[in-house]
C-alpha cells in the first residue's frame, strides 16, 4: 500500500513563499509521476505540477515562472517551491502520485495567502 505524507503548508502574506514536502511510502514502481494537485472553496481540483521519474516537468499557467517542482528519487519525496503568492493561491494542496493505472492522494495540506 502506498502512502503520502504532505508537510509544510500554512499561512504567509502574499508575496511570500512557502515549501511543500510529499514523502512516499510503500512498493513504489522505478516509473512514475509525482505531482501537486490544488482546490480552493467551492472550485473543481486543479494541477499545480507535475515531474515525471524522469524528470519530464509540467507546470500549469497561473503558477510558471513562480512555482517549481522537484523531486529526490532516493527518498520518494517531492517538493513544490513557492514563491510570490498571491491570495489567488489559497487552496488545499494535495500531493500525487501516478503509477500507470493507480493513482494515490495524500491527506492534503492547506496553503493560505493574505492579503
Known amino acids: 500500500q502506498v502512502q503520502l505524507v504532505e508537510s509544510g503548508g500554512g499561512l504567509v502574506q502574499a508575496g511570500g513563499s512557502l515549501r511543500l514536502s510529499c514523502a512516499a511510502s510503500g512498493s513504489i514502481f522505478s516509473f512514475n509521476i509525482m505531482g501537486w494537485y490544488r482546490q480552493a472553496p467551492g472550485k473543481q481540483r486543479e494541477l499545480v505540477a507535475t515531474i515525471t521519474s524522469l524528470g519530464r516537468i509540467t507546470y500549469a499557467d497561473s503558477v510558471k515562472g513562480r512555482f517549481t517542482i522537484s523531486r529526490e528519487d532516493a527518498k520518494n519525496t517531492v517538493h513544490l517551491q513557492m514563491n510570490s503568492l498571491t491570495p489567488e493561491d489559497t487552496a488545499v494542496y494535495y500531493c500525487?502520485?501516478?503509477?500507470?493505472?493507480?493513482?494515490?492522494w495524500g491527506q492534503g495540506t492547506q496553503v493560505t495567502v493574505s492579503s
Open positions: 500525487n502520485l501516478g503509477v500507470f493505472q493507480d493513482n494515490y
